[in-house]
C-alpha cells in the first residue's frame, strides 16, 4: 500500500507536470498548492498543541523557520534575473509570501471560506505576480498620491 509520502509525491509530480510549459512560478504554485492542502492541518496541531509541551514548541518553532526559508527560496527562483519590484526587497518579499501564502490562509480560506483549491492557487499565483511581476505604470501611481487641488472660480 502506497503511504501518504508517497501519495504526496505522486500528487506533487503530477502537479509540475501540468505546468511543464508554463513558467516558474505556475509549477510554484502547483508544488504549494499540493504541499499547503497536506500540511495545513498538520500544522495547525502543531500550533496548537505549542502551548502544552515544550517539545511540540519546538517543533512549532521549526516549521515556521523552515516556511519562511522555503518562502525565501521560492522568491530567489521566481526573482531570477528580472529581480523584484523596485522598492520590494528580498527580505519583504520572503515574508508577504510567507504570510498570504501559508497555511493557515489556505485553512481559512479553503476549510472555512469554502474557496476552491483552484480558487486558492489563482490568489497565490496573483500574490506571487504582485511581487514579482511588472512595476505598475508611474502615471497611475502619482495620480493616486497627488494632493486633491481646489480649483478657484
Excluded: C, N
Excluded at 500550533?47 to 518553532?61: F, H, P, Q, S, T
Excluded at 522598492?87 to 472555512?112: I, K, M, N, Q
Amino acid at each position: 500500500m502506497i503511504d501518504d509520502l508517497e501519495l504526496a509525491a505522486v500528487a506533487a509530480s503530477e502537479a509540475v507536470l501540468r505546468h511543464a510549459g508554463g513558467p516558474p512560478s505556475g509549477r510554484l504554485v502547483a508544488l504549494a498548492s499540493v504541499a499547503l492542502a497536506r500540511v495545513a492541518p498538520f500544522e495547525r496541531v502543531v500550533r496548537e498543541g505549542a502551548g502544552a509541551d515544550e517539545e511540540i514548541a519546538a517543533l512549532a518553532r521549526d516549521l515556521l523557520e523552515w516556511r519562511r526559508a522555503t518562502a525565501a527560496r521560492m522568491v530567489d527562483v521566481l526573482a531570477g534575473e528580472d529581480g523584484l519590484r523596485p522598492g520590494l526587497t528580498r527580505e519583504e518579499a520572503a515574508d508577504l509570501l510567507f504570510a498570504l501564502g501559508g497555511p493557515e490562509v489556505h485553512h481559512l480560506l479553503v476549510g472555512v471560506r469554502g474557496w476552491s483549491q483552484e480558487r486558492f492557487d489563482a490568489y497565490v499565483a496573483d500574490l506571487l505576480s504582485r511581487l514579482i511581476g511588472p512595476t505598475p505604470p508611474k502615471k497611475a501611481l502619482s495620480s493616486r498620491r497627488a494632493p486633491l487641488q481646489r480649483s478657484d472660480p
